[in-house]
């Protein structure tokens, strides 16, 4: 095999993107690529051009017990650091909590200091006002986060027969641009098919989303931008999803 | 139904990995759902049959569970990091079972094909597959050959050169010449390669 230089490294960097050198080829790229770090970048940008491949394929819909046999390994490997670690939710609603008590514990300390010595009475004003500032601050916050969760919480409930059946489903409104279909309980559909999500404008259907009943909560984007007024529907259609809807609604509700 | 799932289906793929980091399960269901059917879809192309897809999309989700702390913003989204985790397990395994592909292969590569675009005609559900469709479509049918021979079907392209009977020089020069036909595609376009 020859040297690696300069020259070899522009001959073999295509086929090194697409991981199509030989074992020995390969390690040989990457010690002239260790010692040539200024020459990574470019190298980079050859790789996101050859993992658009990674796009191409058709579309197949993940068997749901896919998702349940990784989900089983994660949640048993989650299970013993559950109690070490937090969610970021929890760390926001912990940091708010904590930063409630500390300006309380601060309001305290202030009355301390205004009964033990009034000649501190021009810094305590000062510190009254910083704690007020600072409480505001939080106060704030806080609404913000009530208003916002507000936003993510606003939804329609879906009705049909799937909800009849006890499925509960809801199209959930996002920070205006993001419209998702949540649902629990929802009936599997046989092996072949898929649930598609239609956006209906007037008496036109417009195909907006795929997806596949599966584990405890089904979580679907709604591809199609939706106004007051449009209706949003599920159907049961062959895999791949239709053009126009080949089956009745299961599930739907207008916006 | 439970807000705080929901609370996660807004956060940003890089927010979710960060939580994976922590060990965060539902963060890493929320990833699952988002990527789950282009990593199968993707294992699927490789691997060519149900079992062995499922196989490998599940050890590469659990490599992401285990190493999200190995992901880097700088490299690209993690959409594209996940899908490398699929592609470099299932190069691995194809080529543990190289011999047994070998044939079935032959066959394939050898098969005229009438559009370039053939093995890319379907239904593509959004706006990026929509581009690198577009993009692949653009390259003559023996360039994307080569492309698909090596990095879906995890030949070197040493094998592709005895493969398909071309010299190891022609076989280089098509790769070159299919990954600057993509990265062109975007370019002219005034759009920066996906990543």
Excluded at chain 1, 32 to 46: F, I, S, T, V
Excluded at chain 1, 63 to 90: D, H, I, Q, T
Excluded at chain 1, 175 to 188: F, K, M, T, W, Y
Aim: net charge negative.
């Amino acid at each position: 095999m020859s040297e690696m230089n300069n020259e070899r490294f522009e001959d073999l960097k295509d086929a090194y993107v697409l991981d199509a050198l030989p074992e020995e080829e390969r390690r040989s790229f990457e010690e002239y690529l260790a010692g040539h770090p200024e020459r990574q970048a470019e190298l980079d940008e050859l790789a996101a051009v050859a993992g658009l491949l990674a796009f191409a394929p058709h579309e197949q819909e993940a068997p749901p017990e896919l998702r349940r046999k990784v989900m089983e390994v994660v949640e048993a490997e989650a299970a013993p650091r559950r109690g070490r670690r937090e969610s970021v939710f929890a760390r926001f609603l912990g940091y708010i909590g904590t930063r409630s008590l500390a300006f309380g514990a601060a309001a305290l300390l202030l009355i301390g200091l205004l009964s033990w010595n009034l000649l501190l009475q021009g810094l305590v004003e000062n510190l009254q006002g910083e704690v007020r500032n600072a409480q505001g601050q939080v106060n704030d916050l806080q609404a913000q986060v009530r208003d916002e969760q507000d936003q993510q919480t606003q939804t329609i409930a879906l009705g049909g027969t799937w909800a009849d059946q006890g499925a509960d489903a809801e199209v959930a409104s996002i920070n205006e641009d993001r419209i998702i279909l949540v649902a629990d309980g929802l009936p599997s559909v046989p092996e072949g098919q898929t649930c598609q999500i239609w956006v209906i404008k007037g008496d036109v259907p417009e195909p907006s989303g795929l997806f596949h009943p599966g584990g405890d909560e089904t979580a679907a984007p709604i591809t199609t931008p939706v106004k007051k007024g449009d209706t949003i529907a599920v159907t049961v259609e062959p895999a791949g999803g239709s053009e126009q809807p080949t089956s009745d609604p299961v599930l739907s509700a207008e916006l | 139904m439970a807000d705080r799932g929901r609370q996660y289906l807004i956060l940003a793929d890089e927010d979710l990995i960060s939580l994976v980091e922590a060990s965060d399960a539902e963060a890493f269901a929320t990833l699952y759902d988002r990527h789950g059917r282009a990593a199968f879809s993707l294992a699927y192309r490789m691997m060519g049959e149900r079992q062995a897809s499922e196989d490998l999309a599940q050890d590469a989700f659990l490599k992401v569970w285990r190493n999200a702390g190995s992901y880097r913003a700088e490299r690209g989204s993690v959409r594209t990091w996940i899908l490398s985790i699929v592609h470099n397990r299932g190069i691995d395994q194809l080529r543990s079972h190289a011999s047994r592909r070998r044939t079935q292969d032959k066959i394939e590569a050898t098969a005229p094909r009438s559009q370039p675009s053939e093995a890319f005609a379907e239904t593509w559900c959004n706006s990026q597959r929509e581009h690198v469709r577009e993009a692949l479509n653009t390259l003559p049918s023996d360039q994307l050959k080569i492309l698909e021979l090596a990095y879906f079907s995890g030949y070197t392209h040493v094998e592709i050169s005895e493969l398909l009977s071309l010299p190891l020089g022609t076989v280089k020069g098509r790769m070159r010449l299919g990954l600057k036909k993509i990265r062109n595609f975007f370019e002219s376009r005034g759009a920066a390669v996906p990543r």
